[in-house]
T-cell receptor, first 114, second 108 residues
Framework: DAGVIQSPRHEVTEMGQEVTLRCKPISGHNSLFWYRQTMMRGLELLIYFNNNVPIDDSGMPEDRFSAKMPNASFSTLKIQPSEPRDSAVYFC????????????FGPGTRLTVT | AQRVTQPEKLLSVFKGAPVELKCNYSYSGSPELFWYVQYSRQRLQLLLRHISRESIKGFTADLNKGETSFHLKKPFAQEEDSAMYYCALLTGANNLFFGTGTRLTVIP
């Protein structure tokens, strides 16, 4: 297994543009997490899904952020419109159901909004 | 509400010296704590969990409920220990709540 796959690895976009980040979890994992990493705030949980259903989205900063998981092997995190303060590394992670402490992280997407 | 505090953003030690990365937590329930590590150009990964009481790569961490701490320790730092370390707390919602991380640099 290639592990959690994220694309793109790097994204540079202008303020106001829509950004879509993609994630493919490890096959057989039922939980998927989106995190944002910044120097100031460290690693923050944005949203997590269990069996494709959003369980907790309290970490999503505002309505400009949305996440979907249409099936067990794919999830997207969308920012529309993007702002410079959204610049960060976004990680996707997956875990076996009920073993959430052992999360397997993707390589991350480094987003720069100019 | 839960809180995980890693007071040091940056920590530098010389090779062979002892290292301690501090982690304090605040949580009303029974805490389960973990250390995650991210080496350069590698993915964030689980290093150890307090329940297992194991030593991984020479690192140990003891949960001290009285001091609400879960410091990560290693008696003799190695260059390959240079990495970003995150302390994490498992919440009642069965999610991980991460601290802000400490970047450890081991100086040769």
């Amino acid at each position: 297994d290639a592990g959690v796959i994220q694309s793109p690895r790097h994204e540079v976009t202008e303020m106001g543009q829509e950004v879509t980040l993609r994630c493919k979890p490890i096959s057989g994992h039922n939980s998927l997490f989106w995190y944002r990493q910044t120097m100031m705030r460290g690693l923050e949980l944005l949203i997590y899904f269990n069996n494709n259903v959003p369980i907790d989205d309290s970490g999503m900063p505002e309505d400009r952020f949305s996440a979907k998981m249409p099936n067990a092997s794919f999830s997207t995190l969308k920012i529309q419109p993007s702002e410079p303060r959204d610049s960060a590394v976004y990680f996707c992670a997956s875990s076996l159901d009920r073993i959430h402490y052992e999360q397997y992280f993707g390589p991350g997407t480094r987003l720069t909004v100019t | 509400a839960q809180r995980v505090t890693q007071p040091e953003k940056l920590l530098s030690v010389f090779k062979g010296a002892p290292v301690e990365l501090k982690c304090n937590y605040s949580y009303s329930g029974s805490p389960e704590l973990f250390w995650y590590v991210q080496y350069s150009r590698q993915r964030l990964q689980l290093l150890l969990r307090h329940i297992s009481r194991e030593s991984i790569k020479g690192f140990t961490a003891d949960l001290n409920k009285g001091e609400t701490s879960f410091h990560l320790k290693k008696p003799f730092a190695q260059e390959e220990d240079s990495a970003m370390y995150y302390c994490a707390l498992l919440t009642g919602a069965n999610n991980l709540f991460f601290g802000t991380g400490t970047r450890l640099t081991v100086i040769p």
